[in-house]
């Protein structure tokens, strides 16, 4: 790759994004979320029987479940029922929609492109907006999960991203002991947002977030969210923008994690 380049990651440099043909994501989300609304405790089911049918044409089947808030506390993590979810899923049941009284998420586990991507995304707020008027945004978000599993790429996972993103922390890898588990977590602050990074080098059957769905061999994961707080108008056309310039913060510290043999092992 003659074209390739290191790149800082908070850096301000435009970088072109690398098409991967088989890009390790396991699952790529968008949110905005918005304070309680009187009309939601009022009228919720309703909300939901309208929005499913303008939805319908594009997201057919549906769903739902409760919502799961993970605590930390003294007694170590604990997990309260949150309020319902509702979902609204493609018939190939490649893309989700989930709808609750104070959120929207949309979730592919088909990721081709930001564009692709952030043209559904700006739709599914549209239909959002026709159904109910939501004055404002608190929080707009973005998020990649990434998933290394495969034994030809695992056993070189140490040529394909940088040293400090793999296990361990520095001085504590011994050639007497062997790093089975190792989850590490971020949270930056950055001019235009945040950004909440977790690696994870995870043995067969785990997961360091109970929602993703653990692999069968032993992986090391790259999970990145970020996201920017403040009260904007519920626009579809400038919050997809917004999660657009979200993706951006977080591909490029994707870009700063991995190395060019990454790059070219996954399809570039």
Do not use: C
Not at 4 to 26: C, H, N, Q
Not at 44 to 57: D, H, K, N
Not at 126 to 137: C, L, N, S
Request: glycine share 6%; net charge negative.
């Amino acid at each position: 790759m003659d074209d390739w380049i290191d790149v800082e990651p908070f850096g301000t440099e435009p970088i072109a994004s690398i098409p991967l043909s088989r890009a390790p994501l396991i699952r790529v989300l968008a949110q905005a979320r918005w304070q309680d609304l009187v009309q939601m405790q009022v009228d919720f089911e309703s909300i939901v029987q309208r929005l499913g049918m303008a939805l319908a044409p594009q997201y057919p089947l549906a769903a739902q479940n409760q919502e799961v808030e993970v605590t930390f506390g003294p007694e170590g993590v604990k997990t309260v029922p949150g309020g319902i979810v509702h979902q609204f899923i493609s018939a190939d049941e490649n893309w989700r929609v989930y709808f609750a009284a104070n959120f929207v998420t949309f979730e592919t586990k088909f990721y081709t492109s930001s564009d692709d991507f952030l043209s559904r995304f700006e739709h599914v707020l549209e239909k959002v907006g026709e159904v109910i008027d939501i004055p404002q945004v608190t929080r707009v978000g973005f998020r990649y999960v990434n998933r290394v599993d495969q034994a030809s790429d695992f056993t070189e996972l140490a040529d394909l991203v940088r040293p400090s993103m793999v296990g361990a922390p520095t001085g504590l890898t011994q050639p007497q002991a062997t790093v089975l588990q190792s989850t590490n977590q971020v949270v930056f602050e950055t001019q235009g947002g945040h950004l909440l990074a977790k690696w994870a080098l995870l043995p067969a059957g785990g997961t360091h977030d109970p929602s993703l769905e653990p692999s069968e061999h032993p992986s090391w994961t790259l999970d990145l969210d970020s996201f920017s707080d403040g009260r904007v108008h519920f626009d579809p056309r400038m919050l997809a923008q917004e999660a657009g310039r979200l993706s951006e913060m977080a591909y490029r510290f994707f870009r700063w994690t991995v190395t060019k043999k990454f790059i070219e092992r996954f399809g570039a």
